[in-house]
C-alpha cells in the first residue's frame, strides 16, 4: 500500500511574534546610516480627499480569513492581523469584508487582496 506524502503547514506567525518589526531593528542593520533612514518616502494614505479609488496594495495578499482574524502574507513572511493592527507597510487594518467570492483588507494606505 502506498501513502500519499502530506505537508505540514507552515507556523502561522502572529503580530507580536514577527521576526523583525522594520529594517532597523534586524541583526547588522542597526548601524544603518542617517541617509538610508532618510532615502525611504512615508507612504501616502490612498484617499487625500475622498477623491479616486483606492491603492491596491501589492506586496501583500490576503490567504485566509477566519473569526474576523485575517492571515495576510508577503514575500518576508505572513502575520495574523485583526482591525485596528498594523501591517508593515500596508498601514492599519481598518476592516476586514468579503467582497464577490474572496475577502480584502481594507488599510489606511490601500486595498490587499487575495
Known sequence: MVCAPYSVPAPRLRKHEFPYRNAAS????????????????????????GKGPPQLITNWVVRDVYDGIALVESPRGSIEVAPGEII??????KSIE????????????????P
Open 26 to 49: 534586524a541583526p547588522g542593520k542597526a548601524a544603518a546610516s542617517k541617509d538610508a533612514q532618510l532615502a525611504v518616502a512615508p507612504a501616502k494614505p490612498p484617499l487625500e480627499n
Open 88 to 93: 508593515p507597510g500596508a498601514g492599519t487594518v
Open 98 to 113: 468579503r467582497r464577490g467570492g474572496g475577502w480584502i483588507v481594507i488599510t489606511s494606505r490601500g486595498l490587499i487582496e
